[in-house]
């Protein structure tokens, strides 16, 4: 049995493959984030944030650059129709790549001031854009551009790209970063990772009921030790799947920590790819993993 997975409820026994291995896909890179898997192309796009550029990884193994600039891009996923959405810290905006490959920006300023900094981001069913915006690109250059907050505080926001309609969705966040819904979309998981520049902040994942396009009954779903959760996905079952210093813990839609996947390198983000979506692919400080478990990851465009 393979000594990269530690089992802590019997239940991550279901979840995962025992005889699988940790694959280094690629190492080189300064800060990795934002991975998104594009299934018609067999594809993987990831950020390395700090160097400005969006990687590509293809499964006969070669990276190269898929754009760079990239405007120090962080966050990706895709919308229903198959675009790709972004967060560009060092733009502090968020945009979409259209399928001609221009490039969209979808909303870079609310209430009359710039945006912090977006994050992370996923869209609905209902094709609405959710984002966070906290701090991080504009603290200082390495990640964007250093400047002053145009923003009040840093807030979790909801775009209708149609009506080009923001509105603010949670704002009690100190540094709001990951977020995914459940399958159901009935429940809506956010982060919040303030102890990356405070050793007594935030570290732990809230849960929020989605109803009507609004948001209620706030509660903290888990808490990660070591690290922070800056990103995670949930598969087919509402398990959630998030980052840690150590690697990737998994959560049951009850809250409880079923079990790791231990990783060399702190690890940022994850997201499910490969033909079955059964392939979990990982970003993590220089390099990008991938490991196969015997989970379905929720379908993402």
């Known amino acids: 049995m393979s000594d990269t997975i530690k089992y802590i409820d019997p239940r991550f026994y279901d979840l995962t493959q025992p005889n699988a291995r ?143 309609e923001l509105r603010v969705m949670a704002d009690d966040f100190v540094r709001p970063n990951g977020l995914a819904f459940s399958p159901d979309e009935r429940v809506l998981y956010i982060s919040d990772t303030a102890r990356s520049h405070d050793p007594n902040g935030h570290h732990h994942i809230r849960a929020f009921d989605v109803e009507g396009g609004r948001l209620s009954n706030s509660r903290v779903f888990a808490i990660i030790e070591p690290g922070v959760p800056d990103g995670f996905r949930l598969d087919t079952d509402g398990n959630l799947w998030t980052s840690a210093a150590d690697g990737v813990h998994c959560y049951a839609p009850d809250g409880t920590l079923l079990g790791r996947i231990h990783v060399p390198e702190p690890v940022s983000n994850l997201t499910f790819g490969g033909a079955r979506r059964n392939r979990l692919f990982i970003t993590a400080s220089s390099s990008l993993y991938a490991i196969y478990v015997a989970q379905t990851g929720a379908q993402y465009p």
Not at 52 to 72: A, N
């Open 22 to 164: 940790l694959e280094q896909l690629y190492t080189g890179a300064l800060w990795c984030e934002g991975p998104v898997y594009i299934a018609d192309a067999d594809i993987l796009l990831w950020s390395d944030i700090p160097n400005d550029r969006i990687l590509r990884w293809t499964p006969t193994g070669d990276v190269g650059v898929f754009r760079q600039p990239s405007r120090h891009a962080n966050g990706h996923t895709r919308d229903r129709q198959g675009r790709l959405v972004s967060c560009e810290h060092g733009a502090r905006q968020v945009t979409r790549t259209e399928a001609d490959g221009r490039i969209t920006v979808l909303v870079d300023r609310y209430d009359g001031g710039r945006l912090n900094s977006p994050n992370d981001v996923v869209v609905a069913s209902d094709d609405s854009i959710w984002f966070t915006d906290p701090p991080y690109g504009i603290l200082s250059d390495y990640e964007g551009h250093k400047a002053e907050s145009e923003q009040e505080s840093c807030h979790v926001f909801r775009l209708d790209p149609d009506r080009g």
